[in-house]
Protein backbone atom coordinates (compact mmCIF):
# COMPACT_ATOMS: atom_id res chain seq x y z
CA UNK A 1 0.00 0.00 0.00
CA UNK A 2 1.20 3.23 -0.95
CA UNK A 3 0.41 6.31 1.86
CA UNK A 4 0.97 10.23 1.53
CA UNK A 5 1.83 12.03 4.63
CA UNK A 6 1.93 16.05 4.07
CA UNK A 7 2.79 17.35 6.97
CA UNK A 8 5.68 15.95 9.09
CA UNK A 9 5.19 17.09 12.47
CA UNK A 10 4.02 15.63 15.73
CA UNK A 11 1.11 13.91 14.21
CA UNK A 12 2.30 12.63 10.80
CA UNK A 13 5.59 11.63 12.48
CA UNK A 14 4.47 9.48 14.46
CA UNK A 15 1.42 8.31 11.70
CA UNK A 16 4.74 7.08 9.74
CA UNK A 17 6.52 5.91 12.40
CA UNK A 18 3.07 3.90 13.89
CA UNK A 19 2.86 2.61 10.16
CA UNK A 20 6.12 1.41 9.13
CA UNK A 21 6.40 -0.01 12.71
CA UNK A 22 3.30 -2.38 11.79
CA UNK A 23 3.99 -2.67 7.94
CA UNK A 24 6.70 -2.56 7.38
CA UNK A 25 6.53 -3.11 3.37
CA UNK A 26 4.32 0.05 3.51
CA UNK A 27 5.74 2.66 0.77
CA UNK A 28 5.33 5.89 2.58
CA UNK A 29 5.88 9.02 1.01
CA UNK A 30 6.24 12.25 2.92
CA UNK A 31 6.21 15.74 1.44
CA UNK A 32 7.10 19.47 3.85
CA UNK A 33 9.68 21.51 4.08
CA UNK A 34 13.37 20.18 4.03
CA UNK A 35 14.27 19.80 7.07
CA UNK A 36 11.17 18.16 8.54
CA UNK A 37 11.70 15.82 5.43
CA UNK A 38 15.18 14.60 6.36
CA UNK A 39 14.31 14.05 9.89
CA UNK A 40 11.51 12.07 9.11
CA UNK A 41 13.64 10.02 6.39
CA UNK A 42 16.37 9.92 9.29
CA UNK A 43 13.94 8.68 11.79
CA UNK A 44 12.41 6.27 9.30
CA UNK A 45 8.93 7.45 9.45
CA UNK A 46 9.06 7.95 5.71
CA UNK A 47 10.91 6.15 2.62
CA UNK A 48 10.65 8.69 0.50
CA UNK A 49 10.69 12.74 0.54
CA UNK A 50 8.83 14.03 -2.36
CA UNK A 51 9.64 17.79 -3.89
CA UNK A 52 6.09 18.49 -4.76
CA UNK A 53 2.81 18.06 -4.11
CA UNK A 54 2.28 16.29 -7.20
CA UNK A 55 5.13 13.84 -6.78
CA UNK A 56 3.69 12.84 -2.78
CA UNK A 57 0.22 12.27 -4.52
CA UNK A 58 0.28 10.85 -7.57
CA UNK A 59 0.17 7.30 -6.38
CA UNK A 60 -1.18 7.53 -3.11
CA UNK A 61 -3.75 4.89 -1.96
CA UNK A 62 -4.18 6.88 1.17
CA UNK A 63 -3.45 10.60 2.26
CA UNK A 64 -3.27 12.19 5.33
CA UNK A 65 -3.25 15.86 5.45
CA UNK A 66 -0.99 16.89 8.52
CA UNK A 67 -0.85 20.62 8.97
CA UNK A 68 -2.87 23.48 10.44
CA UNK A 69 -6.48 23.64 9.85
CA UNK A 70 -6.19 26.77 7.32
CA UNK A 71 -3.17 24.74 5.51
CA UNK A 72 -5.86 22.00 5.22
CA UNK A 73 -8.00 24.41 3.91
CA UNK A 74 -5.73 25.57 1.02
CA UNK A 75 -4.18 22.41 0.64
CA UNK A 76 -8.16 20.47 -0.58
CA UNK A 77 -8.85 21.80 -4.31
CA UNK A 78 -4.53 21.04 -4.97
CA UNK A 79 -5.00 17.21 -3.23
CA UNK A 80 -8.50 16.48 -5.17
CA UNK A 81 -7.53 17.28 -8.46
CA UNK A 82 -3.79 15.48 -8.19
CA UNK A 83 -4.88 12.20 -6.64
CA UNK A 84 -5.86 8.82 -8.32
CA UNK A 85 -9.84 8.45 -8.67
CA UNK A 86 -9.74 5.38 -5.98
CA UNK A 87 -7.47 7.20 -3.19
CA UNK A 88 -8.95 8.04 -0.18
CA UNK A 89 -8.06 11.45 1.66
CA UNK A 90 -7.93 12.30 5.41
CA UNK A 91 -6.89 15.20 7.85
CA UNK A 92 -5.90 15.38 11.30
CA UNK A 93 -6.90 18.59 11.76
CA UNK A 94 -8.55 19.81 15.40
CA UNK A 95 -11.72 20.86 14.41
CA UNK A 96 -13.81 19.38 11.52
CA UNK A 97 -17.02 21.10 10.45
CA UNK A 98 -15.24 23.53 8.49
CA UNK A 99 -12.55 21.34 6.92
CA UNK A 100 -15.62 18.66 5.88
CA UNK A 101 -17.96 21.40 4.60
CA UNK A 102 -14.83 22.44 2.63
CA UNK A 103 -14.01 19.50 1.00
CA UNK A 104 -17.35 18.62 -0.29
CA UNK A 105 -16.62 21.59 -3.03
CA UNK A 106 -13.91 19.70 -4.27
CA UNK A 107 -14.35 15.95 -3.70
CA UNK A 108 -16.78 14.97 -6.17
CA UNK A 109 -17.19 12.07 -8.69
CA UNK A 110 -16.86 9.53 -5.70
CA UNK A 111 -13.83 11.14 -4.71
CA UNK A 112 -13.52 10.00 -1.03
CA UNK A 113 -12.65 12.73 1.82
CA UNK A 114 -13.21 11.53 5.27
CA UNK A 115 -12.67 14.37 7.98
CA UNK A 116 -10.01 13.14 10.75
CA UNK A 117 -9.22 14.00 14.33
CA UNK A 118 -6.81 11.65 16.22
CA UNK A 119 -7.36 12.37 19.94
CA UNK A 120 -3.63 11.89 20.57
CA UNK A 121 -0.59 14.38 20.71
CA UNK A 122 2.02 16.39 22.52
CA UNK A 123 2.66 19.53 23.84
CA UNK A 124 5.85 19.52 21.71
CA UNK A 125 6.31 20.90 18.55
CA UNK A 126 8.45 19.02 15.14
CA UNK A 127 8.77 15.40 14.63
CA UNK A 128 11.22 15.48 17.65
CA UNK A 129 8.49 14.68 19.19
CA UNK A 130 7.04 11.70 17.14
CA UNK A 131 5.99 8.46 19.30
CA UNK A 132 5.22 5.33 17.03
CA UNK A 133 2.92 4.94 19.95
CA UNK A 134 1.18 7.67 19.71
CA UNK A 135 -1.82 6.27 18.67
CA UNK A 136 -1.92 3.32 20.82
CA UNK A 137 -5.63 3.57 22.89
CA UNK A 138 -6.07 6.94 21.41
CA UNK A 139 -9.67 8.01 20.40
CA UNK A 140 -9.82 8.43 16.38
CA UNK A 141 -12.50 10.34 15.16
CA UNK A 142 -13.90 9.97 11.75
CA UNK A 143 -16.49 12.37 10.16
CA UNK A 144 -18.17 9.97 7.77
CA UNK A 145 -21.95 8.70 7.55
CA UNK A 146 -23.16 5.37 7.39
CA UNK A 147 -23.22 4.95 4.20
CA UNK A 148 -19.67 6.15 3.50
CA UNK A 149 -18.04 3.02 5.75
CA UNK A 150 -18.05 0.88 3.30
CA UNK A 151 -15.81 2.92 1.42
CA UNK A 152 -12.91 3.28 4.03
CA UNK A 153 -12.32 0.52 4.94
CA UNK A 154 -8.78 0.58 4.29
CA UNK A 155 -8.57 3.68 6.10
CA UNK A 156 -9.80 2.37 9.17
CA UNK A 157 -8.38 -1.33 9.18
CA UNK A 158 -4.94 1.08 9.18
CA UNK A 159 -6.05 2.81 11.82
CA UNK A 160 -7.12 -0.35 13.93
CA UNK A 161 -3.79 -1.72 13.00
CA UNK A 162 -1.82 0.87 14.72
CA UNK A 163 -4.12 0.69 18.32
CA UNK A 164 -6.52 3.41 17.49
CA UNK A 165 -9.84 2.73 18.23
CA UNK A 166 -12.34 4.60 15.43
CA UNK A 167 -15.19 6.70 16.60
CA UNK A 168 -17.85 7.43 13.77
CA UNK A 169 -18.95 11.40 14.80
CA UNK A 170 -20.95 13.97 12.30
CA UNK A 171 -18.23 17.15 11.98
CA UNK A 172 -20.72 19.51 13.77
CA UNK A 173 -20.92 16.55 16.44
CA UNK A 174 -17.42 16.37 16.60
CA UNK A 175 -16.61 19.99 17.23
CA UNK A 176 -19.01 20.48 20.23
CA UNK A 177 -17.66 17.56 22.07
CA UNK A 178 -14.02 18.77 21.14
CA UNK A 179 -14.77 22.79 22.13
CA UNK A 180 -16.07 20.86 25.50
CA UNK A 181 -13.23 18.64 26.82
CA UNK A 182 -10.59 19.83 24.52
CA UNK A 183 -10.67 23.56 23.48
CA UNK A 184 -11.90 24.93 27.08
CA UNK A 185 -9.86 22.86 28.95
CA UNK A 186 -7.09 24.53 27.10
CA UNK A 187 -7.85 28.06 27.58
CA UNK A 188 -8.71 27.10 31.37
CA UNK A 189 -4.92 26.00 31.74
CA UNK A 190 -3.57 29.49 30.14
CA UNK A 191 -5.78 31.54 31.92
CA UNK A 192 -4.87 29.80 35.28
CA UNK A 193 -1.01 29.90 34.12
CA UNK A 194 -1.46 33.15 33.68
CA UNK A 195 -3.26 34.71 36.31
CA UNK A 196 -0.69 33.05 38.30
CA UNK A 197 2.20 34.31 36.76
CA UNK A 198 0.52 37.64 37.29
CA UNK A 199 0.14 37.09 41.17
CA UNK A 200 3.58 35.76 41.16
CA UNK A 201 5.22 39.10 40.06
CA UNK A 202 4.01 40.60 43.24
CA UNK A 203 5.10 37.66 45.69
CA UNK A 204 7.14 34.52 44.25
CA UNK A 205 5.37 32.09 46.66
CA UNK A 206 2.85 31.91 43.82
CA UNK A 207 4.73 29.83 41.47
CA UNK A 208 7.10 28.19 44.08
CA UNK A 209 3.99 26.64 45.59
CA UNK A 210 2.61 25.65 42.50
CA UNK A 211 2.72 22.16 42.23
CA UNK A 212 0.33 18.81 42.25
CA UNK A 213 -2.80 19.32 41.19
CA UNK A 214 -1.74 23.35 39.82
CA UNK A 215 0.71 21.75 37.52
CA UNK A 216 -1.44 18.81 35.85
CA UNK A 217 -4.40 20.95 35.41
CA UNK A 218 -1.97 23.60 33.75
CA UNK A 219 0.03 20.79 31.39
CA UNK A 220 -1.01 21.55 28.40
CA UNK A 221 -0.50 25.36 29.21
CA UNK A 222 2.86 24.54 27.35
CA UNK A 223 0.83 23.74 24.13
CA UNK A 224 2.05 25.81 20.91
CA UNK A 225 -0.23 28.81 19.86
CA UNK A 226 0.87 28.30 16.16
CA UNK A 227 -1.55 25.48 16.19
CA UNK A 228 -4.48 26.66 18.38
CA UNK A 229 -4.70 29.87 16.59
CA UNK A 230 -5.95 27.87 13.77
CA UNK A 231 -8.29 25.44 16.17
CA UNK A 232 -9.92 29.03 18.42
CA UNK A 233 -10.56 30.56 14.88
CA UNK A 234 -11.98 27.72 13.09
CA UNK A 235 -14.42 26.77 16.06
CA UNK A 236 -14.52 30.12 17.39
CA UNK A 237 -18.91 29.20 17.53
CA UNK A 238 -18.57 25.86 19.93
CA UNK A 239 -16.16 27.43 22.01
CA UNK A 240 -17.73 30.94 22.71
CA UNK A 241 -20.86 28.64 23.34
CA UNK A 242 -19.08 26.79 26.13
CA UNK A 243 -17.28 29.64 27.32
CA UNK A 244 -20.33 31.13 28.38
CA UNK A 245 -21.82 28.07 29.90
CA UNK A 246 -18.61 27.74 32.12
CA UNK A 247 -18.37 31.79 32.80
CA UNK A 248 -22.17 30.82 33.96
CA UNK A 249 -20.53 28.42 36.19
CA UNK A 250 -18.25 29.85 38.05
CA UNK A 251 -20.54 33.07 38.48
CA UNK A 252 -22.71 30.60 40.70
CA UNK A 253 -19.84 29.12 42.26
CA UNK A 254 -18.70 32.89 43.70
CA UNK A 255 -22.54 33.88 44.70
CA UNK A 256 -22.17 30.43 46.54
CA UNK A 257 -19.42 31.40 48.81
CA UNK A 258 -20.71 34.32 50.06
CA UNK A 259 -22.90 32.84 52.37
CA UNK A 260 -22.47 29.71 54.86
CA UNK A 261 -26.14 27.90 53.49
CA UNK A 262 -25.20 28.14 49.96
CA UNK A 263 -21.70 26.85 50.40
CA UNK A 264 -23.56 23.41 50.97
CA UNK A 265 -24.13 23.68 47.27
CA UNK A 266 -20.37 22.69 46.79
CA UNK A 267 -20.97 19.30 48.84
CA UNK A 268 -23.16 17.86 45.98
CA UNK A 269 -21.26 19.21 43.00
CA UNK A 270 -18.22 17.13 44.29
CA UNK A 271 -20.12 14.09 44.71
CA UNK A 272 -21.99 14.25 41.12
CA UNK A 273 -17.64 15.63 39.90
CA UNK A 274 -16.32 12.54 41.49
CA UNK A 275 -18.85 10.34 40.07
CA UNK A 276 -18.81 11.52 36.82
CA UNK A 277 -14.90 11.53 36.81
CA UNK A 278 -14.67 8.16 38.32
CA UNK A 279 -17.01 6.86 35.41
CA UNK A 280 -14.75 8.02 32.45
CA UNK A 281 -12.79 5.18 30.89
CA UNK A 282 -9.60 5.68 32.86
CA UNK A 283 -7.01 3.84 30.09
CA UNK A 284 -8.53 5.05 26.99
CA UNK A 285 -6.76 8.18 25.21
CA UNK A 286 -9.82 10.19 24.26
CA UNK A 287 -12.10 8.97 26.45
CA UNK A 288 -13.48 5.93 24.32
CA UNK A 289 -15.03 2.42 25.95
CA UNK A 290 -12.83 1.06 28.98
CA UNK A 291 -10.06 -1.55 28.77
CA UNK A 292 -9.96 -4.13 31.75
CA UNK A 293 -7.36 -3.22 34.99
CA UNK A 294 -4.91 -5.09 36.99
CA UNK A 295 -2.98 -2.98 39.61
CA UNK A 296 0.29 -4.37 40.56
CA UNK A 297 3.00 -3.20 43.69
CA UNK A 298 6.75 -3.54 42.71
CA UNK A 299 9.65 -3.14 45.03
CA UNK A 300 12.32 -0.30 43.39
CA UNK A 301 14.97 -2.28 42.02
CA UNK A 302 16.58 -3.03 38.94
CA UNK A 303 14.56 -5.43 36.47
CA UNK A 304 11.29 -5.43 38.30
CA UNK A 305 9.46 -4.06 35.47
CA UNK A 306 11.15 -6.48 32.73
CA UNK A 307 10.56 -9.17 35.47
CA UNK A 308 6.76 -8.13 35.21
CA UNK A 309 6.33 -7.66 31.71
CA UNK A 310 8.50 -10.76 30.53
CA UNK A 311 5.94 -13.07 32.56
CA UNK A 312 3.16 -11.51 30.62
CA UNK A 313 4.91 -11.97 27.54
CA UNK A 314 5.59 -15.69 28.16
CA UNK A 315 2.35 -15.89 28.76
CA UNK A 316 1.19 -14.90 25.31
CA UNK A 317 -0.63 -11.69 27.12
CA UNK A 318 -0.62 -8.02 25.80
CA UNK A 319 -0.48 -5.13 27.59
CA UNK A 320 -2.54 -2.63 26.03
CA UNK A 321 -1.52 0.37 28.92
CA UNK A 322 0.58 0.69 31.35
CA UNK A 323 0.65 3.54 34.02
CA UNK A 324 2.73 4.24 37.24
CA UNK A 325 0.22 5.83 39.25
CA UNK A 326 2.30 6.21 42.57
CA UNK A 327 5.94 5.64 43.47
CA UNK A 328 7.55 5.94 46.51
CA UNK A 329 11.99 6.61 46.28
CA UNK A 330 13.52 3.48 47.09
CA UNK A 331 10.59 1.48 48.53
CA UNK A 332 8.57 0.78 45.67
CA UNK A 333 5.63 1.90 43.49
CA UNK A 334 2.29 0.76 41.80
CA UNK A 335 1.50 -0.15 37.89
CA UNK A 336 -1.75 0.21 36.40
CA UNK A 337 -2.14 -2.50 33.33
CA UNK A 338 -4.62 -2.32 30.72
CA UNK A 339 -5.77 -5.36 28.77
CA UNK A 340 -8.29 -6.03 26.07
CA UNK A 341 -10.78 -8.02 27.82
CA UNK A 342 -11.84 -9.46 31.74
CA UNK A 343 -10.55 -12.75 30.63
CA UNK A 344 -7.45 -11.30 29.55
CA UNK A 345 -7.36 -9.44 32.78
CA UNK A 346 -7.96 -12.42 35.08
CA UNK A 347 -5.27 -14.48 33.13
CA UNK A 348 -2.45 -12.15 33.40
CA UNK A 349 -3.81 -11.97 37.40
CA UNK A 350 -2.89 -15.64 37.47
CA UNK A 351 0.54 -15.09 36.10
CA UNK A 352 1.42 -12.03 38.07
CA UNK A 353 0.80 -13.96 41.02
CA UNK A 354 2.73 -17.10 39.77
CA UNK A 355 5.86 -14.86 39.24
CA UNK A 356 5.71 -13.37 42.71
CA UNK A 357 4.31 -10.18 41.66
CA UNK A 358 1.84 -8.55 44.34
CA UNK A 359 -1.80 -8.25 42.37
CA UNK A 360 -3.62 -5.61 44.35
Not at 22 to 31: C, K, L, M
Not at 86 to 108: H, L, P
Not at 246 to 264: I, N, V
Amino acid sequence: MNISIIGLGVIGGSLGLAIKQIHPDYRITGYDRSDPLRQALQRGAIDFGASSLSAALHDADIVFLCTPVSTILTFLPQVASLIKPSAIVTDVGSTKNEIVTAAKKYFRSKRIFVGGHPMAGSEGKGIDYADALMFQNATYVLCVDEKQRKNITALTSLLHSIGARVLFLSAKEHDAVAAAISHLPQLIAVAMMNLAGKKNRKNPAFLQLAAGGFRDITRIASSPYEMWNDILSSNAGEIRKVLREFSSLLTRYEKDLRTPKAQSNFARRFREAKTLRDAIPKNSKGFLHPLFEVYVSVDDKPGVLSHLTTALFKAKINIKDIELLKIRDGKGGTFRLSFDSRKEAEHAEHVLKEAKIKVL
